[in-house]
T-cell receptor, first 116, second 112 residues
């Protein structure tokens, strides 16, 4: 089955700096890669996703890049703010366009702390 | 608002007890999932269901069972709870053809 590794497990940045979280996956058939944000005591929520037919996607201060050859993808947050402090999870799925559903395999999470 | 709800939100039980966690959704989604979250281990899939007649094991199904009573309801049971099942449990839903999963608020389960 799929295995998703995520690094680093903790990340501390100064407000205004950029943060990068990296994930690798093992199944070359994976074609959908979402990122979820979980604030303290809250439920995980999707913040951005990317499909295997593109290499990069941006949404305001966040972006995700995908390298299918190397089987890794990354989350980039620019101009970090205190409200970006949370746990971020990457995930991978083979379900996009294949009718295989969207059974996700999650990484182990990154605790991001944005310091004032 | 259409939402995903879980009951109970917190539960403390003893080893050997049977316990059921319930999930309901008003989103009209046909796909439902149960995950457990442990510190440092992320979210791990226990069971998933793509419709009322479809139940599938996830990566850590041992010691758990599920029931899909209706499109809107998906229950997780621990037949004989053990301490290493202490965790935060999340239910999630997604629409057929859609990838985003919508999570419930979670149930914190402690097995003594």
């Amino acid at each position: 089955g799929e295995n998703v590794e995520q690094h680093p497990s903790t990340l501390s940045v100064q407000e205004g700096d950029s943060a990068v979280i990296k994930c690798t996956y093992s199944d070359s058939a994976s074609n959908y890669f979402p990122w979820y944000k979980q604030e303290l005591g809250k439920r995980p929520q999707l913040i951005i996703d990317i499909r295997s037919n593109v290499g990069e996607k941006k949404d305001q201060r966040i972006a995700v890049t995908l390298n299918k050859t190397a089987k890794h993808f990354s989350l980039h947050i620019t101009e970090t703010q205190p409200e970006d402090s949370a746990v971020y999870f990457c995930a991978a799925s083979t379900g996009w366009l294949t009718g295989g559903g969207n059974k996700l395999t999650f990484g182990t999470g990154t605790q991001l702390k944005v310091e004032l | 608002d259409a939402d995903v709800t879980q009951t109970p939100r917190n539960r403390i039980t003893k080893t050997g007890k049977r316990i059921m966690l319930e999930c309901s959704q008003t989103k009209g989604h046909d796909r439902m999932y149960w995950y457990r979250q442990d510190p440092g281990l992320g979210l791990r899939l226990i069971y998933y269901s793509f419709d009322v007649k479809d139940i599938n094991k996830g990566e850590i199904s041992d010691g758990y069972s599920v029931s899909r009573q209706a499109q809107a309801k998906f229950s997780l049971s621990l037949e004989s709870a053990i301490p290493n099942q202490t965790a935060l449990y999340f239910c999630a839903t997604s629409d057929h053809g859609g990838e985003e999963q919508f999570f419930g608020p979670g149930t914190r389960l402690t097995v003594l």
